[in-house]
């Protein structure tokens, strides 16, 4: 059985995100989602997963290598990854190989000495807040990240409900 | 014949590709995004250049994808219009499913997608992300095939420099790699000084599926390519060790793009 603990990092810019800002721009003046759509916010996630050690000591020090606290803020999630109530989060990830992935779990093992590394992943939440019921603003979603925050050929995403 | 250089904001090669498209005796202007779409119609030809349209925000070239000016470029593509598409050009006409142009008709949908950079070498991933360098690049449709190689020979060689962290073409769109070979629609592909195609660094040196720097769509005259002819285009722009740089009176070779786009207006008109 294996042992390996999962350490989630949920990362964000304490400073305005530009991205975030066009993507909703976008969405509401160029795709029509101004009606339903209130704001739209962006989070990047690591989930690093190791074979030993205590996880919430190193998710410090992952913390301390992926994180810039002078623009960023995080929290650290282990063995779970939840999210708040109030808007609808969509992971998005690739699906085919992720270079930058590799070059941090490279990092993390070969660099920097975390040799229970296992694997890393990266993916880009964004948050969604509708104006709308739950199922609707699900489905909203779900055709926001198909119209724009996708390209099929290159990623996938996930509803995080 | 007066040819639109689109500019979006992040593009940053629209004052040379402008030179390029006077030089070869084509009228030409700088076509704001926020200028009113139906002005294009104005126009006998488009170029959309190459930069970071909105800083590549969410991934390169979509955000301008959905911009008006985009869905009135798509008329002016239907009506047989040349459009070139240069890197982030590139980007964006993939964005918008005008390249490869969809595989059923008239659909709309996005077909392939020009990824991140990753380079690969004997069977190992040796660099990733952007790159820029000069690269060869060898014709590969027919002479008259595409609007932006109307005029070059098929096995022609060419060298053009690249600059993009994104131009790695992907797909899963069943049967499109076999329709885009079958029916002429890869138009230059990256290989070594003498022409043959090496699947791996340097000689591709994106990790584009099959080697593959240049696209246009069925009827020809959408053309995407990654490589910037208009930085060849005079021979002085060539790099030191080519000897042609000692002629700087001479065309370089990506003159002959511009060249064959005006030539492609003229037979057409």
């Known amino acids: 059985?294996?042992?390996?603990?999962?350490?989630?990092?949920?990362?964000?810019?304490?400073?305005?995100?530009?991205?975030a800002a066009t993507v909703k721009n976008t969405l509401i003046r160029r795709l029509g989602f101004g009606n339903v759509l209130d704001d739209v916010k962006k989070e990047r996630l690591f989930s690093i997963e190791v074979d030993s050690?205590?996880?919430?000591?190193?998710?410090?020090?992952f913390a301390r290598e992926l994180v810039n606290e002078n623009k960023e803020s995080h929290i650290v999630l282990i063995d779970e990854l939840k999210f708040e109530e109030d808007y609808v989060p969509v992971k998005v990830a690739l699906h085919i190989e992720d270079g930058e992935a590799i070059s941090i779990r490279e990092r993390l093992r070969s660099r920097l000495g975390f040799e229970n590394v296992v694997d890393v992943k990266k993916a880009t939440v964004w948050k969604l807040y509708f104006n709308t019921l739950k199922p609707e603003a699900q489905i909203k979603a779900g055709e926001i990240a198909e119209r724009l925050l996708i390209n099929p050929h290159k990623d996938s995403y996930e509803i995080m409900i | 014949m007066k040819i639109a250089v689109l500019q979006f904001p992040g593009t940053n090669c629209e004052f040379e590709t402008l030179v390029?498209?006077?030089?070869?005796?084509?009228?030409?202007?700088?076509?704001?995004?926020?200028?009113?779409?139906?002005?294009?119609?104005?126009?006998?030809?488009?170029?959309?250049?190459?930069?970071?349209?909105?800083?590549?925000?969410?991934?390169?070239?979509?955000?301008?994808?959905?911009?008006?000016?985009?869905?009135?470029?798509?008329?002016?593509?239907?009506?047989?219009?040349?459009?070139?598409?240069?890197?982030?050009?590139?980007?964006?006409?993939?964005?918008?499913?005008?390249?490869?142009?969809?595989i059923e008709k008239s659909s709309g949908n996005v077909d392939m997608a020009l990824a991140q950079n990753v380079m690969v070498s004997q069977g190992k991933i040796v660099r990733r992300g952007y790159y820029c360098d000069w690269v060869n690049l060898r014709h590969e449709a027919p002479s008259k095939r595409c609007s932006g190689s109307f005029a070059i020979e098929r096995g022609a060689l060419l060298k053009i420099p690249i600059a993009h962290g994104e131009g790695n073409l992907v797909t899963t769109t069943p049967g499109l790699m076999k329709k885009l070979n079958d029916e002429g629609q890869v138009v230059f592909r990256y290989c070594d000084r003498n022409g043959r195609i090496i699947n791996e660094f340097p000689f591709n040196v994106n990790g584009s599926t099959e080697s593959i720097a240049a696209i246009c769509n069925e009827p020809g005259n959408v053309l995407g390519m990654m490589p910037h002819p208009e930085r060849a285009f005079f021979?002085?722009?060539?790099?030191?060790?080519?000897?042609?740089?000692?002629?700087?009176?001479?065309?370089?070779?990506?003159?002959?793009?511009?060249?064959?786009?005006k030539r492609y207006i003229e037979v057409n008109a």
Do not use: H
Not at chain 2, 22 to 51: Q, T, Y
Not at chain 2, 63 to 81: D, N, Q, R, T
Not at chain 2, 237 to 260: N, T
């Open chain 2, 20 to 102: 390029a498209v006077k030089a070869v005796g084509m009228e030409g202007e700088i076509f704001r995004w926020n200028r009113s779409a139906g002005e294009l119609s104005g126009f006998d030809g488009f170029v959309i250049p190459g930069g970071f349209s909105y800083q590549d925000r969410l991934r390169a070239g979509v955000i301008a994808s959905k911009e008006p000016v985009m869905s009135a470029l798509k008329e002016e593509a239907g009506i047989g219009k040349p459009i070139i598409g240069i890197c982030n050009g590139f980007q964006i006409l993939v964005e918008t499913g005008l390249l490869p142009g969809s």
């Open chain 1, 53 to 61: 050690g205590d996880p919430a000591e190193l998710a410090k020090s």
């Open chain 2, 235 to 261: 021979a002085w722009q060539l790099p030191a060790f080519d000897p042609r740089k000692q002629r700087p009176d001479e065309p370089g070779p990506g003159r002959r793009v511009f060249e064959s786009m």
């Open chain 1, 1 to 19: 059985m294996s042992m390996n603990r999962k350490i989630n990092l949920r990362v964000w810019l304490k400073i305005p995100d530009a991205e």
